[in-house]
């Protein structure tokens, strides 16, 4: 008998954003290389969901989700972030085949306030406000390790060009939910998502509609055709 997959702790990201000298720029954080689940990573402000925050029995898991982020991108950056100001986009569930889960739901939020991010020099590290467009041109030429949903969420964010056109985008942006199921590929491995043809039964050449990220060293290539 199969072991059973471990459970997807609730947990939040939010994607915090500003105005820099030339455009959009994104709060990115580097985590420790001795942590287990993406040690050495550059990733968003975010964490699990604790107990506190759950305010009352009627919340919604949004509602929790949203008071966490607040939360761990306040330990983590010391930003305080207006709730007013976030709006989610999307979810991610780590795949089963992995040993530690997390169900997540990712926010944008944002910050025109000071620069005054601190980190802790103890989970994080490091912290650098980058353009998207940098980020990925660092991940592609080995200098920036990303995950694969701050990776995607990174393509997304490529073309807007300021605060005020991500205002202008928020409000009509889609939630959009990966749940990844990971298959190997001579020099890499891809992860197929639900509206992928191959998704249900783990085949990377199945005729039909693609939605996959696939990712070798040095080229990582996000398909979404559907």
Not at 105 to 113: D, E, T
Request: proline fraction near 7%; charge should be negative; charged fraction near 25%.
């Amino acid at each position: 008998m199969s072991a059973q997959p471990a459970p997807a702790k609730p947990s939040a990201s939010v994607v915090v954003l500003r105005d820099g000298a030339s455009g959009l720029e994104v709060l990115m954080l580097k985590r420790n290389e001795q942590i287990a689940f993406h040690g050495g990573a550059w990733v968003f402000p975010g964490g699990r969901v604790d107990d506190g925050d759950r305010a009352s029995a009627s919340d919604s898991e949004l509602d929790i989700a949203k008071r966490a982020a607040v939360r761990e991108t306040l330990e983590e950056t010391g930003l305080d972030i207006e709730p007013a100001s976030m709006a989610p986009f999307a979810h991610w569930t780590t795949p089963v085949e992995l040993p530690k889960r997390f169900a997540t739901w990712f926010f944008y939020a944002l910050y025109g306030g000071r620069d005054d991010v601190r980190i802790d020099h103890s989970e994080i590290v490091d912290h650098r406000w980058l353009a998207p467009r940098t980020a990925l041109d660092e991940h592609a030429r080995g200098d920036l390790t990303l995950p694969a949903p701050t990776f995607v969420t990174l393509l997304g964010l490529a073309e807007w060009r300021g605060l005020a056109d991500a205002r202008a985008r928020l409000g009509a942006l889609p939630i959009q939910r990966f749940t990844p199921r990971v298959i190997k590929l001579a020099g890499g491995r891809c992860t197929l998502y639900e509206e992928d043809a191959g998704y249900a039964n783990g085949d990377f050449d199945a005729p039909g509609p693609r939605h996959r990220l696939i990712m070798r060293e040095g080229d990582w290539r996000y398909v979404r055709d559907f």
